[in-house]
């Protein structure tokens, strides 16, 4: 019998990361903190909103770019799980 | 215009996967339900010579690295959702032809081929940067060059098929490229010398007519760019044209038995998704597939609308026992609704089975409620529960299937 090979989803390249978000009563998300391992990070700012494809990760959603402590990175939603680029 | 996602579920597959998106790759169906062929393949698997629609084991024997995947659809299927909604950002008259591709009518009286290239070359890089996927991109002025264009910009680009240029790129094709000419056609046409789509448009209208009846005018009008089909707006739901649901059994079936039973399931699917969509159906065809892949389908008009599984099931019944009674073994079998329209509050009825049809839309709804609160295994009729095939959940596993291009086009026989 042949085998498949499962799709995996936590892979290397896409981190799933818990995420504090604000949905305004238009239904926009934004973002507001992440916890990576046992620590909490407010984002500071998003710098920019846009739908978006991650080659590394490998997903695509609504592309946030934000930073944190003058750190820029991507965070992506996909339907309604949050990743980052790891 | 005619967007096409290059081996979609493949492409969708390797953006998945980082770790195997460099390695031939193919999403292959499950061999133990029968579908053991392969469905797409990637570049590098491509290049192994694998083709889509051969056996699992001889995919492998041409590439023993190949990766083999199962096939993702509910991802699939919000790839292809993604896609469309970048479509209907540039026009709201876009028609899906499966998964994978669509039509977009972007005429207005500004347009000319030189901006439709531009917004072609945007909705290009658009997919590439939201989704991670490759599309080729046909911009033509109708959409059977439109499609062949996208063909041509293979893997990944656009091309415009003008007035001025379909006689180099498009009349060299092969005849057996153009939309609706299938293997046993191109096999008509080249006893008769037609090889090119050029050879199909300067031949003689009445040899054609003669051979292939009114499908040979039409191909050839499709040949010189004569078509004027519109882009058919099918993904509105308001115009949705039919509503169908067919299944390759996980064995052959034998046994009448067992052949209605997978009716029955699918009958009670169609019905709960017309009632769904808030439809009514007046002509419902059936269609069955026996081991030696001939199929055949019938199709019956109903004397009033309905959207009741027991009458939309009799109908199927009575068509089975008609028309299928000398069969071979089954493969798959398909129900199909059509003729739709809106489920109006029924109007005032003398006719003597009011109170039956009332009682059968009070069970309809009672089990449409409660699946929808507790899932489809909630409630299921005991008929079903004789045998594993009943478990199957025909509405919850149903895919997008082509609209059929041709109107009218309801009844397919082929031997």
């Known amino acids: 019998m042949l085998e498949l090979i499962p799709q995996d989803h936590n892979h290397e390249g896409k981190l799933y990361v818990p995420v504090w978000a604000y949905y305004d009563a238009c239904g926009n998300i934004k973002p507001l903190a992440l916890r990576l391992g046992d620590q909490n990070f407010i984002i500071d700012r998003i710098l920019d909103v846009r739908p978006g494809a991650s080659r590394k990760a490998g997903g695509c959603g609504i592309r946030y770019l934000c930073r944190i402590r003058e750190q820029r990175f991507a965070l992506y939603l996909e339907e309604d799980r949050w990743f980052m680029e790891s | ?415």
């Open chain 2, 1 to 415: 215009m005619h967007a096409d996602m290059n081996s979609f579920y493949a492409a969708v597959e390797c953006m998945h996967r980082p770790a195997e998106r460099a390695l031939p790759l193919a999403v292959g169906g499950d061999a133990e339900r029968r579908h053991g062929i392969i469905l797409a393949k990637n570049e590098y698997a491509k290049r192994y010579g694998i083709k889509t629609a051969e056996a699992l084991w001889q995919a492998r024997q041409k590439c023993p690295q190949l990766c083999i995947v199962p096939p993702d659809y509910p991802l699939y299927m919000r790839y292809s959702a993604l896609a469309r909604k970048i479509y209907a950002s540039y026009t709201p008259k876009t028609e899906s032809f499966g998964l994978d591709e669509c039509w977009l009518d972007l005429s207005d009286r500004h347009m000319d081929f030189r901006r439709a290239a531009r917004l072609a070359e945007e909705i290009h890089l658009r997919i590439i940067n939201e989704l991670g996927v490759t599309v080729s991109v046909g911009v033509s002025w109708n959409k059977v060059f439109a499609k062949l264009g996208s063909d041509l910009s293979k893997p990944d680009g656009t091309v415009v098929i003008t007035p001025g240029n379909y006689r180099e790129r498009i009349w060299p094709l092969p005849v057996g490229d153009l939309l609706y000419v299938g293997r046993a056609t191109e096999r008509k046409l080249r006893h008769a010398g037609i090889k090119s789509i050029g050879d199909l448009a300067r031949c003689p209208s009445r040899w054609l007519k003669e051979r292939l009846g009114k499908v040979g005018l039409m191909l050839q009008a499709f040949a010189r760019g004569e078509d004027r089909s519109e882009v058919s707006m099918s993904d509105d739901p308001e115009v949705i044209k039919s509503i169908g649901n067919s299944v390759t059994t996980p064995r052959d079936l034998i046994r009448d038995e067992e052949v209605k039973l997978v009716y029955f399931a699918l009958a009670e699917s169609v019905a709960a998704r017309l009632r769904e969509q808030g439809l009514t159906s007046s002509c419902i065809s059936i269609s069955l597939r026996d081991s030696r892949l001939c199929s055949a389908s019938h199709q019956r008009a109903l004397s009033r609308p309905t959207d009741l599984t027991m009458e939309i099931l009799d109908e199927v019944m009575a068509l089975y026992e008609e028309h299928f009674q000398e069969r071979g073994p089954v493969r798959s079998l398909g129900i199909k609704a059509s003729k739709l329209q809106p489920a109006d509050p029924e109007q005032l009825n003398f006719m003597p089975d009011r109170a039956r049809r009332e009682q059968y839309a009070r069970i309809d709804r009672t089990v449409d409620g409660l699946r929808r609160r507790f899932g489809y295994a909630a409630v299921r009729r005991a008929y079903l529960l004789k045998d594993e095939l009943g478990r199957l959940d025909a509405k919850g596993s149903h895919v997008i299937a082509p609209v059929p291009f041709i109107k009218g086009g309801e009844t397919i026989c082929s031997n």
